[in-house]
């Protein structure tokens, strides 16, 4: 089974400064995906990040990047430079790469990230 | 702007109406999700299809009846609703069932009185 774990249920952090938010996920399968997800309060939920288990590299997107440390389990966000329209709840995922379970995405608690001017 | 598209955005329905949620996506993609959100909650998985096949049902209870036409339309078919089935209905779609990022419609907001 899979486990995701987000920590934090609220974040705070000032314009144009970095913040990082954690995930930290539990799985057997050797082949996996993480990813993040926004989601404001009008309710949508906007992709944010890909990050394969395989991957040697770290993804970036824009301001966002994923601290992938594969023996920690871990898949924090970081979010360069923040801004206003930062400020949401964040979701952290995990989808199994085969098996019965492929399709499913299981999600983290969420972060509720406040940006302040 | 996204571009799964899902209609209505706000649908307050009593307990014996039967109403329809449809969501659509022109990406090509050939596996579709419906979920269910409650307030400060994650979503939660019902229905996958792949291939215009259903492949997981959640154990959603019945009165939720999923069908997908084709390729690129998704309905969520709902009858003799509960007050606790008022929530965020959010549909998503991938290119597969793989570790492929799911792209979500803006939801639709479902009260049931």
């Known amino acids: 089974a899979q486990k995701i774990t987000q920590t934090q249920p609220g974040m705070f952090v000032q314009e144009k400064e970095a913040v990082t938010l954690d995930c930290t996920y539990d799985?057997?399968?050797?082949?996996?995906?993480l990813f993040w997800y926004k989601q404001p309060s009008s309710g949508e939920m906007i992709f944010l990040i890909y990050q394969g288990s395989y991957d040697q590299q770290n993804a970036t997107e824009g301001r966002y990047s994923l601290n992938f440390q594969k023996a920690r389990k871990s898949a924090n966000l970081v979010i360069s430079a923040s801004q206003l329209g930062d400020s949401a709840m964040y979701f952290c995922a995990n989808s199994p790469g085969r098996g019965s379970t492929l399709g499913r995405l299981y999600f983290g608690r969420g972060t509720q990230l406040t940006v302040w001017p | 702007d996204t571009e799964v598209t899902q209609t209505p955005k706000h649908l307050v329905m009593g307990m014996t109406n039967k109403k329809s949620l449809k969501c659509e996506q022109h990406m090509g993609h050939r596996a579709m999700y419906w979920y269910k959100q409650k307030a400060k909650k994650p979503p939660e998985l019902m229905f996958v299809?792949?291939?215009?096949?259903?492949?997981i049902n959640e154990s959603v209870p019945s009165r939720f009846s999923p069908e997908c036409p084709n390729s690129s339309l998704l309905n969520l078919h709902l009858h003799a609703l509960q007050p606790e089935d008022s929530a965020l209905y959010l549909c998503?779609?991938?290119?597969?069932?793989?570790?492929?990022?799911?792209?979500f419609g803006d939801g639709t907001r479902l009260s049931i009185l």
């Open positions: 299809y792949s291939y215009e096949k259903l492949s």
């Open positions: 998503a779609s991938s290119r597969g069932t793989g570790n492929q990022p799911q792209h």
């Open positions: 799985t057997s399968d050797p082949s996996y995906g």
